[in-house]
């Protein structure tokens, strides 16, 4: 069976969203909803559930994400700590924990409207996620190295690199696309005792 490589299945760069980080999180939040337009007319096609950001000289510098988008709108989430007493289920937290924080820092305890409208000034630059050296992956490397990579680094995306150049990013979704399709073509044998 051929091999299959992370330049086989990655997004390209030019076909990702970017946004400089000089740009506002009104900006931000407007890029974020246009790459979710149109998606409903092509169901197979999956979302950028991310966007990248550029520095002055266009080199990538971050991502941000919806989820990234949550935390500004409330900045408590920063002063939060995760106790290291509180056991934590695979998804994360209990439930009684989640609820006592709501309280306790008294997460969205103003209207949605108010916060927007003193946040849609805040830069990019502060509050994009920053990257990570795990982040990134060769083009040239393995499918299975990938993989390797995201479950052990708990990622939703990487990078891909060509020596110092960012090319694409390898999104989960879509390695978990090629693994679906190797599986289907697995026809399971009948086994006879």
Known sequence: MKRTFVKDVMVPVSE????PEEAS???AVTALGKTQEGVSQTPTVCLHRAILVSDKNNQIVGKLSQLDVLKTLEP????????ESLSLSRSGFSDEFIMSTLEQYSFWN???EDICKESLGLKVKNFMYALDEGEFVKESASLDEAAHLFVVGH??????NRGEEIVGILRLVDVFGKIDQVIKACEPQSVTA
Do not use: D, F
């Open 25 to 27: 999180l009104y900006e």
């Open 110 to 112: 103003r209207p949605l």
């Open 76 to 83: 408590k989430y920063m002063k939060m700590e995760k106790p």
């Open 155 to 160: 990622h939703h995306s990487l990078l891909v």
């Open 16 to 19: 990702y969203a970017t946004i």
